[in-house]
């Protein structure tokens, strides 16, 4: 169990105090997250998912950061507020979570779900989570030892298993299987039923400290551990064994909770000493880094991002670091660095200061706090030092402003003056380099070449080479031996020069092309030589050509005071606005430093040098700063992620490859760039294939397409710094719009089939009312013929003139009535044949005066009773309709006073009756049944609806449709 020897705490305090206070390099911390930027939660771990958001774990609640802000992850279930303990993530980019309370969630950022195998969970605290290469979860517990979850089964590993111990602090995969720190030691075990355990390791097998609290996979295949009370140590695969490393023997430091490699060092998350650094090759010794001023120094968890950078939890928040790549050297214990004009640092790590107040050889101890004075202030208005060199023979050359060159032999105490028994060498020096034995000077008066014996260093004669000579100018601010014995030079205002086998060759300055003012030349691993020029940005010579790279490259300033080669293929800028990182081969430009507050350095021209570990050192205004690519991932690009895609911006996020109809087409897609160095930095190129003809440039981080057409679609997302897209991550999203139901092609045939069956249907309908309305008329006109024929016929005529006739000679009156009924009778004939329908009303009035000339001959044997309601009048029918009727009845009846006829018209629902007394003629008037023929068709055509017959022995009855405007066919 976890315990800190309480008579050494006040010692370690009081001791670490003293340390901290005379470090000599720090690296730099940031509190990124407090209590009231978590919502009042207090952070417990730390992880960065596949996508590079870093997932902070509290004791209330998960937070995902993306640079800008912390976002709140969602979740279903409110057990889940419980302190965090640890992370892990599958394959598929699920996180998973581990807590005090002895649950377990997984999720994405999206939300989170308890996580509940059918076995349960454990009822401790769960300590650490690890999924190894089989995808088989791997729990650690705080009292019921490890779980393993394979094949959607939970398993157990105890102390009834072989288990050293039921307390587990840490999980890490390893040689054999998966390693487990315990109070007792450490298990190896693996996921198979029969043979859980596979070893254990304790004191007798070499292991320094029982309790082991974290475990981590070493670079090399070998295993980091970290104890209570013997710090850390390394265990050997090949020679299964345990050693301490040198520099972390004498651990008094406490105990260790996390480690975290680097090429050639570890940091060490301590319970309460900070960060310890402790290296792994070399004459450095351990360091230790106070975050007293960022949160506290019990530091529970360590995260190395894909950056480089190091995050931390501490004692209630989190920290994030440059790590060591970036180091500061500010002071020395009451030495103060500072207005650094010349570096130079030896193999020891010892390194030597130019600056205001002298030269100084600072031994590299940070217990050194009086470094050794080798000269006095040089200029009281200039640099003063100016330039340092030690050549290949172990003498270093030191070059000032205004009081000429200095020369310390090797195994020598103090400097010596250089004098050219000439006289031409000028005594402004700002620039040393060597080839062999050539020591060649950069000066304020051309250039100069001492030839030198090693075994009479005493003796030097210099060579001097002016304007006229070859340099091309008498202003050199720079020179620079190549790989291949070339000597360069970097003039003011005639660009470059370069000296070979005995001759100068010169490179006219052109604007674009070449540089005019030259400060700094470097060269890199793969020869091309590189130089920094005044406001023009920076050149690279291939040997055929000139590339410059200047703000549109990416770079910040133009304005170069120094460049120099570094690992990883890095070229490293400097100027005021602080240090570009340029690679060599690709061009790609990055700014490490930025978030660190690298900016104003105020540098001096080549004021720069790297040791024996490949470190750059940087002098400037404020101190060194100390750049080491080993260390920092300063190329990575930005992780570019789709990060949520939703429809109408609602809050259910969609998922890839999801079909979505075609009215929920206005989509927003969300996307990231992670690049904590510099997130501001970031910018985005969008393109929605299937709609995007083009990239679009933008740098907001939300983007909307409104009313897509229906189609297949993949957004695109890439992110870069600088709009340099060369080398850029991209993120991808496919989905589908379905196309509505209605262009569909089933749906279009089955419409075009509706369609043409319509248009037949229509054709077929008007074809038939054509030839109903053909029928009609001409139904209509033979029945006009027949009424007219049977109306003019000679009988009709001769009965109508007999009895006016009579009448005449009775009754002059009736007489006159008598022809003016007539009259009116055929003029209604006229009138009416014409029409399709008239009011029931009009044809009543046609009826009495047919009627009234058919008395005038019957006198009271016809008899005619109408019974129709004042409502049906407005009804409509055939013109001359009842006038039929009411003749065949008269046609085809006896009439007479023996059996008069008596003829009824009335109305009964929607329907008209006329209806006589049936008292047929033993001789009728021949017939054709041409109009009740005519009479049926005129009603169906017009109505739809039929005449009906009724004949019974004494009673003939016709029943007919009444028509109302709203009743009539179309």
Request: glycine share 8%; hydrophobic share 40%; aromatic share 12%.
């Amino acid at each position: 169990m976890l315990r800190l020897p309480g008579k050494f705490s006040l010692l370690l305090l009081l001791f670490l105090q003293i340390m901290i206070c005379s470090r000599a390099q720090l690296p730099f911390f940031q509190q990124v997250a407090g209590r009231d930027d978590l919502k009042g939660a207090i952070p417990s771990a730390v992880f960065q998912d596949n996508n590079g958001f870093v997932w902070v774990g509290s004791n209330n609640g998960l937070f995902v950061y993306d640079g800008f802000a912390f976002r709140d992850v969602l979740f279903s279930d409110t057990v889940l507020r419980a302190p965090v303990s640890s992370f892990t993530s599958d394959a598929l980019g699920n996180i998973w979570v581990g807590y005090r309370n002895g649950k377990i969630a997984t999720g994405t950022e999206s939300g989170i779900a308890l996580f509940e195998p059918a076995e349960g969970l454990p009822a401790v605290p769960i300590t650490d989570l690890l999924i190894d290469n089989k995808g088989v979860l791997w729990i650690a517990t705080y009292g019921e030892g490890v779980y393993f979850y394979s094949n959607e089964r939970m398993y157990n590993i105890n102390t009834d298993d072989g288990l050293n111990d039921n307390y587990i602090y840490t999980l890490a995969s390893g040689p054999e299987g998966i390693w487990a720190g315990t109070d007792a030691g450490i298990a190896v075990i693996a996921a198979e039923v029969d043979r859980k355990v596979i070893h254990t390791y304790s004191t007798a097998e070499g292991l320094p400290d029982v309790i082991v609290q974290k475990i981590v996979r070493a670079s090399d295949g070998g295993m980091w551990v970290g104890m209570q009370s013997d710090g850390i140590c390394y265990f050997d695969p090949q020679k299964k064994s345990f050693h301490i490393p040198e520099k972390a023997i004498d651990w008094m430091y406490g105990p260790v909770n996390d480690i975290v490699e680097f090429a050639d060092l570890l940091w060490i998350a301590t319970e309460g000493s900070g960060i310890v650094e402790v290296p792994l090759t070399g004459n450095r010794i351990a360091d230790v880094f106070s975050l007293a001023d960022a949160g506290g120094n019990r530091i529970n968890r360590l995260l190395r991002d894909l950056e480089g950078n190091v995050w931390m939890v501490n004692s209630g928040s989190l920290v994030w670091s440059s790590g060591p790549g970036l180091k500061f050297l500010r002071q020395s214990g009451d030495f103060v660095f500072g207005n650094i004009h010349a570096l130079h640092v030896e193999d020891d790590n010892s390194f030597w200061v130019g600056n205001d107040r002298g030269l100084f050889l600072h031994s590299g101890n940070r217990n050194d706090n009086n470094p050794k004075q080798f000269l006095p202030p040089q200029s009281k208005g200039g640099p003063g030092i100016t330039s340092l060199h030690h050549d290949p023979a172990g003498n270093m050359w030191v070059g000032t402003f205004g009081n000429g060159l200095f020369r310390l032999e090797n195994g020598s105490k103090a400097l010596d003056r250089v004098v050219d028994e000439s006289g031409r060498l000028n005594d402004n020096i700002l620039g040393i380099s060597a080839a062999g034995n050539e020591i060649w000077f950069a000066t304020l008066g051309g250039v100069a070449r001492c030839n030198y014996n090693p075994d009479n260093s005493n003796r030097f004669t210099f060579d001097h080479f002016s304007s006229g000579d070859g340099p091309g100018n008498n202003f050199i601010y720079s020179v620079f031996a190549d790989s291949k014995g070339r000597m360069w030079f970097g003039t003011d205002g005639k660009g470059v020069a370069m000296y070979n086998k005995g001759r100068f060759s010169t490179f006219a300055p052109e604007k674009g092309k070449t540089p005019r003012v030259v400060y700094s030349v470097a060269e890199d691993h793969d020869g091309n030589l590189w130089f920094g020029s005044a406001n023009e940005g920076i050149f690279r010579f291939d040997g055929k050509d000139f590339t410059c790279f200047n703000l549109n490259s990416g770079l910040r300033n133009l304005n170069i005071t120094s460049v120099i080669s570094a690992g990883q293929n890095q070229v490293v800028v400097v100027h005021n606005l602080g240090i570009d990182v340029i690679n060599s081969r690709t061009g790609q430009v990055s700014y490490p430093g930025i978030r660190a507050g690298i900016t104003d350095l105020n540098p001096d021209l080549n004021a720069v040098a790297t040791d024996a570990n490949g470190a750059v050192w940087i002098g400037t205004q404020d101190g060194i700063i100390m750049y080491n690519p080993e260390y920092m991932n300063v190329m990575a690009m930005p992780l570019t992620s789709v990060r949520k895609v939703s429809v109408y911006l609602s809050d259910e996020p969609a998922v890839p490859g999801e079909v979505f109809p075609h009215n929920r087409n206005n989509i927003s897609f969300e996307y990231a760039g992670i690049w904590f160095n510099n997130p501001e930095k970031v910018s985005f190129r969008i393109k929605l294939d299937g709609n995007d003809p083009e990239w679009i440039y933008t740098g907001d981080r939300i983007y909307t397409y409104s009313s897509l057409r229906p189609g297949k679609y993949t957004f695109r997302v890439q992110s870069a710094v600088n709009n340099d897209f060369t080398y850029a991550n991209e993120a991808a999203f496919s989905f589908v719009i379905k196309a509505p139901f209605y262009t569909q092609w089933w749906f279009i045939m089955f419409a075009l089939i509706v369609l043409s069956a319509i248009i037949y249907f229509l054709f077929k309908t008007r074809l038939n009312r054509i030839r109903r309305e053909q029928q009609l008329l001409s139904e209509k006109a033979e029945s006009q013929f027949q009424l007219l024929k049977s109306q003019v016929n000679p009988h009709f005529l001769f009965n109508n003139f007999s009895t006016l006739m009579a009448i005449i000679e009775e009754d002059t009156e009736t007489a006159i009535e008598y022809v003016g009924k007539l009259s009116t009778f055929f003029r209604n004939i006229l009138e009416y044949r014409d029409k399709d329908l008239i009011p029931l009303a009009e044809e009543l009035e046609i009826v009495d005066n047919y009627m009234f000339l058919q008395r005038k001959r019957y006198g009271d044997n016809l008899r005619v009773e109408k019974n129709v309601d004042a409502d049906s009048l407005s009804s409509l029918i055939p013109p001359l309709t009842l006038q039929l009727i009411l003749e065949n009845a008269v046609k085809h009846n006896i009439v007479s006073q023996a059996k008069p006829l008596n003829i009824t018209i009335r109305n009964e629902a929607d329907r008209l009756i006329v209806e006589n007394t049936l008292q047929i003629r033993k001789t009728s008037e021949p017939s054709t049944g041409m109009g009740l023929q005519n009479i049926r068709s005129r009603y169906q055509a017009l109505s739809g609806k039929e005449i009906v017959i009724v004949q019974t022995t004494d009673l003939y009855s016709i029943s007919l449709p009444l028509i109302y405007d709203n009743s009539l066919k179309s």
